[in-house]
């Protein structure tokens, strides 16, 4: 055997070690990068708890693990739960537990978080001490552009319902198919003053024990634009919308529809914040099916029946409940039954209050009515008529 030969053989058995020594090689690099991103991204959490913490925010696990080795990233939440810290008041305003938040991130792209929740949340009030119960039947959320300020973040749910406990009772408060809520900061808006763009979609939502006709089910999608913002950073929301409204900010409905039945409903305008703290601004609205909206609020029966001073304040205020059932008394001893026709005849004469203010119109291929929808530090008016209040949000 010559020497080039035995030279060849030698080459040849080292070749084939080269390839699993270098395969070794890579295991273990890849191993150790994933161990120190692992623990870098406990370092990242507990930063990002820390600077939540400074805005009354406490987020917390009674156990964390991380897991996913080798492709991804698996934190596992269990026991969690969020505190509302206000640093004006005694008592906490807020808590949430939840049973186990498990957040995935791959490994070549970790700057999108993917989180998923285990339902029931329990949320307590800690100035009315009210408890509810919140559940669903698949909870994730989406996050593209951590750790830095997000690009875009979605939050979907399937079958949420919310109950309040009374004791040991859980009673229905809301409940929906499906719950989607997506922002993003619009294309092209500056980084020291950025612009949201929301859309909140409501698929079979209901709410009871306000209304029957809240509680027949709607459809609702909702789309804004969010302006006046100094940045992003996590701050208290009063201290947010103290800041929308000192730089002239507002919120842009840029379309709004909610469907109930033969209802349909559009709007868009746009509202700001008085220095009161208090909505400002117009939506015009355009309705079809207003002849069946009318009477499902039950109108006349409230007049047959006494209408309670509570419902009067919000509808009516200044107008006393005894003076209004008195007057109807009045007017049936003058003329005999003319307090019951003006009651019987009450939506009607509603309906054609609407009707003055508002403006024919075509919605859908259906007819229908537009008119403003007005917001006067807090007020809410429908025409010169004020059928409602907003309280202050700072």
């Known amino acids: 055997?010559?020497?080039?030969?035995?030279?060849?053989?030698?080459?040849?058995?080292?070749?084939?070690?080269?390839?699993?020594?270098?395969?070794?090689?890579?295991?273990?690099?890849?191993?150790?990068?994933?161990?120190?991103?692992?623990?870098?991204?406990?370092?990242?959490?507990?930063?990002?708890?820390?600077?939540?913490?400074?805005?009354?925010?406490?987020?917390?696990?009674?156990?964390?693990?991380?897991?996913?080795?080798?492709?991804?990233?698996?934190?596992?939440?269990?026991?969690?739960?969020?505190?509302?810290v206000s640093q004006n008041a005694s008592k906490t305003p807020f808590t949430a537990k939840l049973d186990n938040i498990l957040v995935l991130a791959?490994?070549?792209?970790?700057?999108?978080?993917?989180?998923?929740?285990?339902?029931?949340?329990?949320?307590?009030?800690?100035?009315?001490?009210?408890?509810?119960?919140?559940?669903?039947?698949?909870?994730?959320?989406?996050?593209?552009?951590?750790?830095?300020?997000?690009?875009?973040?979605?939050?979907?749910?399937?079958?949420?319902?919310?109950?309040r406990m009374d004791g040991n009772v859980q009673v229905p408060l809301a409940r929906a198919k499906q719950?989607?809520?997506?922002?993003?900061?619009?294309?092209?808006?500056p980084a020291d003053h950025p612009v949201i763009e929301?859309?909140?979609?409501?698929?079979?939502?209901?709410?009871?024990?306000?209304?029957?006709?809240?509680?027949?089910p709607f459809?609702?999608?909702?789309?804004?634009?969010?302006?006046?913002?100094?940045?992003?950073?996590?701050?208290?929301?009063?201290?947010?919308?103290?800041?929308?409204?000192?730089?002239g900010g507002h919120i842009e409905i840029v379309q709004s529809r909610i469907q109930q039945g033969e209802m349909i409903a559009v709007a868009a305008g746009t509202l700001g914040l008085s220095a009161n703290g208090r909505l400002d601004g117009e939506l015009q609205m355009t309705v079809t099916g207003l002849?069946?909206?009318?009477?499902?609020?039950?109108?006349?029966?409230?007049?047959?029946?006494g209408v309670p001073q509570a419902t009067l304040d919000r509808v009516a205020p200044g107008v006393k409940s005894k003076d209004l059932n008195n007057l109807f008394g009045a007017l049936d001893r003058a003329i005999p039954g003319l307090g019951k026709v003006i009651k019987q005849n009450a939506n009607a004469g509603v309906a054609a209050g609407i009707n003055s203010i508002g403006t024919e119109s075509t919605l859908e291929g259906k007819k229908a009515r537009s008119f403003p929808l007005k917001f006067v530090d807090g007020a809410v008016l429908l025409g010169p008529v004020k059928v409602g209040e907003i309280p202050p949000l700072y």
């Not at 719950?179 to 808006?189: C, K, V």
């Not at 209901?206 to 029957?212: F, K, R």
């Not at 002849?291 to 006349?300: C, D, F, K, N, T």
Request: net charge neutral; aromatic share 8%.
């Open 291 to 305: 002849e069946r909206v009318i009477p499902a609020l039950g109108i006349e029966k409230m007049l047959e029946e």
């Open 179 to 189: 719950i989607e809520l997506h922002g993003r900061i619009a294309d092209g808006s």
């Open 219 to 247: 459809e609702a999608d909702t789309r804004a634009k969010i302006t006046g913002l100094s940045d992003l950073t996590p701050k208290p929301w009063p201290q947010r919308f103290r800041e929308i409204q000192a730089a």
């Open 198 to 216: 929301t859309v909140l979609q409501i698929a079979q939502g209901s709410i009871q024990g306000v209304h029957p006709l809240l509680a027949e």
């Open 106 to 163: 791959q490994v070549y792209d970790p700057k999108h978080i993917i989180a998923e929740f285990s339902a029931p949340a329990t949320l307590t009030d800690g100035v009315t001490q009210n408890t509810f119960v919140v559940n669903w039947s698949k909870g994730r959320s989406s996050v593209v552009g951590l750790p830095a300020i997000p690009d875009r973040a979605s939050i979907v749910f399937d079958d949420p319902s919310i109950n």
């Open 1 to 84: 055997m010559s020497d080039m030969t035995v030279a060849a053989g030698r080459r040849s058995r080292w070749g084939l070690f080269i390839a699993p020594v270098l395969l070794l090689i890579l295991a273990v690099a890849w191993s150790g990068f994933w161990f120190y991103a692992a623990s870098q991204a406990e370092v990242a959490a507990d930063a990002w708890r820390a600077q939540e913490a400074k805005s009354g925010r406490i987020y917390d696990c009674a156990k964390r693990s991380i897991a996913g080795f080798p492709f991804r990233f698996e934190v596992q939440c269990s026991g969690a739960s969020v505190a509302l």
